[in-house]
T-cell receptor, first 115, second 110 residues
Framework: GEEVAQTPKHLVRGEGQKAKLYCAPI?????VFWYQQVLKNEFKFLIS????????ETGMPKERFSAKCLPNSPCSLEIQATKLEDSAVYFC?????????????FGSGTQLSVL | GEDVEQSLFLSVREGDSSVINCTYT??????LYWYKQEPGAGLQLLTYIFSNMDMKQDQRLTVLLNKKDKHLSLRIADTQTGDSAIYFC??????????FGSGTRLQVQP
């Protein structure tokens, strides 16, 4: 596709439930990035992929968070046993080659509300 | 360490110029970016500047970089109501993951 597609737009989970978010990068883009935007507008980098391989996971919480990018499937970000503080907008972005000066294309985000 | 700071709010009148400021701490930053976020939307890249430049102009946008002071600014000329949004500066230190500032909310009054 011509845009980064994130689903669902909104996700509501009770504390302790699992949440799974999806991202389809732009066709032909090899790099996928996940960011978390909390209420204070801060963007936190979580993880990046080069095709199906983890490229940089230095921002990923050690527990409860996992992510995958499998061939011919949307990428996914999964949160096991969600907590209140996981409430945020999760953005996915993709780029063609992952070069430093390359434009990142962002999706419109998934708003996760943990009640 | 990496830390990017911005003022929280700026209000201007339509037709005036807006200047949004940003300071960063990582001197190894290679590229610095300005993104725009409208309500309910993702981030839109407005412009970027390479660290060996001190100025870049793109239509109504002018980016100034003072590498010595680690200060970045975005000037929007002839600000319009459609420019109302949150503006984020971001730096890339070569990890291909961006570090964002906390955003400046620009309010343009008619």
């Amino acid at each position: 596709g011509e845009e980064v597609a994130q689903t669902p737009k909104h996700l509501v989970r009770g504390e302790g439930q699992k949440a799974k978010l999806y991202c389809a990068p732009i066709k032909g883009h090899s790099y996928v990035f996940w960011y978390q935007q909390v209420l204070k507008n801060e963007f936190k980098f979580l993880i990046s992929f080069q095709n199906e391989n983890v490229f940089d996971e230095t921002g990923m919480p050690k527990e409860r968070f996992s992510a995958k990018c499998l061939p011919n499937s949307p990428c996914s970000l999964e949160i096991q046993a969600t907590k209140l503080e996981d409430s945020a907008v999760y953005f996915c972005a993709s780029s063609q080659k992952g070069a430093t000066n390359e434009k990142l294309f962002f999706g419109s985000g998934t708003q996760l509300s943990v009640l | 360490g990496e830390d990017v700071e911005q003022s929280l709010f700026l209000s201007v009148r339509e037709g005036d110029s807006s200047v949004i400021n940003c300071t960063y701490t990582d001197s190894s930053s290679t590229y610095l970016y300005w993104y725009k976020q409208e309500p309910g939307a993702g981030l839109q890249l407005l412009t970027y500047i390479f660290s060996n430049m001190d100025m870049k102009q793109d239509q109504r946008l002018t980016v100034l970089l003072n590498k010595k002071d680690k200060h970045l600014s975005l000037r929007i000329a002839d600000t319009q109501t459609g420019d109302s949004a949150i503006y984020f500066c971001a730096e890339d230190t070569g990890r291909r993951a961006l570090t964002f500032g906390s955003g400046t909310r620009l309010q343009v009054q008619p």
